[in-house]
């Protein structure tokens, strides 16, 4: 929900944030000695610095004011190693802190990828995949600042505050009380930054999200902008997304300019507050210069602190929102989850008065369908467009399970077999095969990823598709290049044929493609399902007449339910839905 252009979901209430990082924490015990090393490492640097004025202090009052030589060598010797030490100490402890983080932030992104991978159909209809990989980039990126430098500034910043006051305090008790005068002012504006800045910073991410959906809609949406001549109007909305975005910033960057330069004139005032005083005391002789000087010095380490802390409350409530996020979704249980039992090698395929409502909608797409289909045969699914049939199919591959009803196979529950056992009997082959980066070979082998290259040949020997391929420059090692620019339409569907072949399953899901092919290779893709086909129980989501006609049976699913079922003959002797739509067929397709 957004409310006044901030996005709600970004804010969680400090229970939810408590909550959320203390799962965190859980998360990060694999790295506790790094952090712990990280940590020890913070203390020394810090420690170090602080070093740096008490020995000040005594090269001016031991070496200068008295005018010994030795006593001002060795405390610029000892100032030096100091400075050194620190210097190396806080190298490591960067060292430490990203060894840690980038740890915990890997750990994370692999978990959730798995986690996603092993998600039903039904998941992926809740979340889009721009959603989910805006979870892995941008909100793993925001919690890489809480991870990374959140937790130790905190450590390093209250180190600091608490060692450098002790350190003044016993420097001298007047200079402190003077300086801590403007403390009341830096924690009232500290306090009002902290409200501004994080409405600023969600304000400033919720206006980011909305720049890049409209990129995104922009370049995926390109070529219907330029059929349409639009790119005008679309040019024109990105520049008002645009400007909400820029002074979405400026006023982020106003917000903090504003507190910061507070933070620092109090500084400045703080200081000019201890000279001064610090000049009378010294007139009074109740301190030294060194001790003024060691006092100015530490006063100003003092402030950088107090401005980290107050940043860090917002990094806080940033990475708690977006763990939030990411947490939800490593919450969602698989819906679909694996049994025990084994299937036969073969039987008949039962779909027993299923109905059927998406995860992601509460209206119901399939109401009491059976079908039973016998080991062996051909079954075409036809009817209007969204009545169901693409349903029917994914169900029977157990992309989804039925809301009620059973699907069987050889007897048994689709929903008692063990996952592989299912991917191995029922091969669902989509209209259109995703093709990734890598080969031809590759590609196929994503079916079966052990699969010998004599084993590929055989599968794409199997369909026909073997010779086309050979043909290639580099043979079934091609390049496809991302999306197979490079390889047509029909090629495309060949390597997605091929993957069930090598699977070799007992029954085939097909979603016909409602796209025509060339002629050339239309013949090729027709003779490679012909033979993959064969010997097969196969489910066909049909389109054309000649995949129907070369069915066993035929079931027409109308607006959810099955309307007839029967061979060719006996539908059209029946005389209703099928004939008209046969008739139909025959008078306007030239098959
Ligand atoms: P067909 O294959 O017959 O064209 P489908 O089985 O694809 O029909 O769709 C049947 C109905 O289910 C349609 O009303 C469609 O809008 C709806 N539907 C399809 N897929 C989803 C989904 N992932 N989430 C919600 N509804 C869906």
Redesign the pocket.
Known sequence: MRVGGVAEDDKLDKEQTRAVLRRAIGMAKPFRRTIAGALGFVLLSTLGLLLGPVIVRYGIDSGIDVGDRSVLRNAVIAYVAVVAFAYLAARQQYIFVNRAGEGFLRALRIRTFDHIQKQS?GFF?RYQSGVLISRMTADIESMAELVQWGLLQFVAAVFLIVIALMLMLALSWQLTIAALLVMPVIIIASRKFQRDSNDAYLEVRERVGQNLSELQEGIAGVRVIQAYAQEGEQTRQFVASNRSLYRSHVHSIRVSTWYFGLVEAMGVFATALAIGIGGWLVGRGDVTIGTVVAFVLLLSQLFEPVQQLSQLYNTVQSSAAALDKLFTILDTQPDVEGGEQEFPERGELVVDAIGFT????D?P?LRDVSIAVGDGERLA?V????????????LMARLYDPTIGTISFGGVDLRDATLDSLRDRVVVVPQEGFLFGGSIADNVRIARAEATDDELREALDAIGALDRFEEFEDGIHTEVRERGSRLSAGERQLVSLARAALVDPAVLVLDEATSSLDPGTELIVEGALEKLMQGRTTIV?AHRLSTIRTADRIAV?DA?ELAELGTHDELVSLGGRYAALASAWESSLPT
């Open positions: 159909l209809d998406y995860p992601s909608t209206q797409v699914l009817g209007p467009t969204g009545a169901g049939k693409s349903t029917v199919a994914k989501v699913i959810g």
